[in-house]
T-cell receptor
Framework: DADVTQTPRNRITKTGKRIMLECSQTKGHDRMYWYRQDPGLGLRLIYYSFDVKDINKGEISDGYSVSRQAQAKFSLSLESAIPNQTALYFC????????????FGPGTRLLVL | QKEVEQNSGPLSVPEGAIASLNCTYSDRVSQSFFWYRQYSGKSPELIMSIYSNGDKEDGRFTAQLNKASQYVSLLIRDSQPSDSATYLCAVKSPGGYQKVTFGTGTKLQVIP
């Protein structure tokens, strides 16, 4: 089984709809992240969480919110989806320590019409 | 100036050749450096990490770090068609958040 899972894997929605992307991990990591990836722009951090009670904005948090329901679960919500939120979304996890790497989920491809 | 810069490519090399991928970064206090491979439509997967100046080898991959020049590279020896992917350079800065910044990636094409 995959260590980091994301649901759904693909989603088509309409402008103005609220949607939630979910991430679960079995790696036992405390730290979880949400990124979006757009062609030519690379991976950009939306939100990150170092533990259940710690939520922080990344570089592009406007229009998004998150919930850390448990150590293993981190959800990303688009309150009112807009077309420029069409992107590939990745969840990632990492352990503690200055040299810990990030491990990515399989991604969610979102299309906002 | 971008925090982490990579040539977008595509970089085309013949099968069996050495592929050289380069990355420069702007934050002099960066401590940790990573190379991820990403196949089209898939998630990034870690290939190499390097923390000290010099070379680090793992199989056909060698990461090279020069902190004075703020430069990190990835060499792939005996390139295979299966190495065709986008390679992302990532740099971690010290501090409370330990921010990781990703480059936009270099697309590598290995020609059979």
């Amino acid at each position: 089984d995959a260590d980091v899972t994301q649901t759904p894997r693909n989603r088509i929605t309409k402008t103005g709809k609220r949607i939630m992307l979910e991430c679960s991990q079995t790696k036992g990591h405390d730290r979880m992240y949400w990124y979006r990836q757009d062609p030519g722009l690379g991976l950009r951090l939306i939100y990150y969480s170092f533990d259940v009670k710690d939520i922080n904005k990344g570089e592009i948090s406007d229009g998004y919110s998150v919930s850390r329901q448990a150590q293993a679960k981190f959800s990303l919500s688009l309150e009112s989806a807009i077309p420029n939120q069409t992107a590939l979304y990745f969840c990632a996890t990492s352990g503690q320590g200055s040299q810990e790497t990030q491990y990515f989920g399989p991604g969610t491809r979102l299309l906002v019409l | 100036q971008k925090e982490v810069e990579q040539n977008s490519g595509p970089l085309s090399v013949p099968e069996g050749a050495i592929a050289s991928l380069n990355c420069t970064y702007s934050d002099r206090v960066s401590q940790s450096f990573f190379w991820y491979r990403q196949y089209s439509g898939k998630s990034p997967e870690l290939i190499m990490s390097i923390y000290s100046n010099g070379d680090k080898e793992d199989g056909r991959f060698t990461a090279q770090l020069n902190k004075a020049s703020q430069y990190v590279s990835l060499l792939i020896r005996d390139s295979q068609p299966s190495d065709s992917a986008t390679y992302l350079c990532a740099v971690k800065s010290p501090g409370g958040y330990q921010k990781v910044t990703f480059g936009t990636g270099t697309k590598l094409q290995v020609i059979p």
